[in-house]
């Protein structure tokens, strides 16, 4: 069974700290995202990655970065973590199969900065 | 800009009704669309895609509905079970890799 998987469910951090997300697929996916969820905003994408040491920004960028160095891992770094970025993250990568891009989600990293 | 909508943040069902979920998108350059299924505590997980180039598809007791001249989108459950309880999203796809969602409706099944 393919695999996307956060290395952590649950994360409490302190205001201005440096938080690393890590996200591991076991798919052999060119693509690799990363979404924050929050209540009634649904899904929104932060950076994602078409390759390695490849990055694009997203549609929040701001407060974020990124880092893929092997195909497999694809890292969201939080450079001065703040209340505002509480929230649920979620990775995912894709490949194209049967016409289209799906995306495998992992389970999601739920940060709360305090 | 682009944008994909959910009509309802929340549906309440009986147990064994069939389930509406509808969605409305903005943006007519869609090559395909998916429906996402997120249960508590878990990532979204795919249930049904559907091409721009239909209207109809059916998977295991759901239907997605398309309506390109409404540019409306529907998922149907038919025998809504508890284990339906989840919050849904569509996805729509166009050219390129990236997927825009919408905001998730959630199902609640009562017994």
């Known amino acids: 069974d393919v695999k996307v998987t956060q290395s952590s469910r649950y994360l409490v951090k302190r205001t201005g700290e440096k938080v690393f997300l890590e996200c591991v697929q076991d798919?052999?996916?060119?693509?690799m995202f990363w979404y924050r969820q929050d209540p009634g905003l649904g899904l929104r994408l932060i950076y994602f990655?078409?390759?390695?040491?490849?990055?694009e920004k997203g549609d929040i960028p701001e407060g974020y970065s990124v880092s893929r160095e092997k195909k497999e891992r694809f890292s969201l770094i939080l450079e001065s973590a703040s209340t505002n970025q509480t929230s649920m993250y979620l990775c995912?990568?894709?490949?194209?199969?049967?016409?289209?891009?799906?995306?495998?989600f992992g389970s999601g990293t739920r940060l709360t900065v305090v | 800009g682009e944008s994909v909508g959910l009509h309802l943040p929340t549906l309440s069902v009986q147990e064994g009704d069939n389930s509406i979920i509808n969605c409305a998108y903005s943006?007519?350059?869609?090559?395909?669309f998916i429906w996402y299924k997120q249960e508590s505590g878990k990532g979204p997980q795919f249930i049904i895609d559907?091409?721009?180039?239909?209207d109809k598809r059916q998977g295991q007791r759901v239907t997605v509905l398309l309506n390109k001249t409404v540019k409306h989108l529907s998922l149907q459950i038919a025998a809504t079970q508890p284990g339906d309880s989840a919050v849904y999203f569509c996805?729509?796809?166009?050219?390129?890799?990236?997927?825009?969602f919408g905001g998730g409706t959630r199902v609640l099944v009562k017994p």
């Open positions: 996805a729509r796809g166009a050219a390129g890799n990236k997927l825009t």
């Open positions: 990655s078409y390759d390695v040491k490849m990055k």
């Open positions: 995912a990568s894709s490949n194209f199969y049967r016409g289209y891009y799906g995306y495998t």
């Open positions: 559907i091409r721009s180039n239909m």
């Open positions: 798919m052999d996916h060119e693509n």
């Open positions: 943006n007519s350059a869609s090559d395909y």
